[in-house]
């Protein structure tokens, strides 16, 4: 049996623990969910107001907050969904095409 912290890229399938049994909290920090994103946020920390009405409105976290203030995103694991954008009072966070 393998624990989520444990695998990695090396992992073999016969190793896993079938998902039934898989138990481990906040596991889905350790993959980076962001690189299908189509549509990118940008914050424009001048704007912001530090309200914090855009994190919780996050549906993948990916709005970190330190020390009660707002960080650039967390793009390893936003989808792009814009979410932020819209719920933003003070046109802080715009809403654009990825450019990679």
Known sequence: MIHAKDINEQS??????????IYEPATASMTITGEWRTMVP????????????CAPYCPDSSIPVVGGKRQDFDFDHCKGCGICYKVCPFQA????KEEK
């Open 12 to 21: 073999k399938w016969q190793e896993l623990t079938p998902g039934c049994e």
């Open 42 to 53: 940008k914050w424009d920390a001048t704007k912001c107001k530090q309200c914090l009405l």
């Open 93 to 96: 966070i715009s809403f654009g």
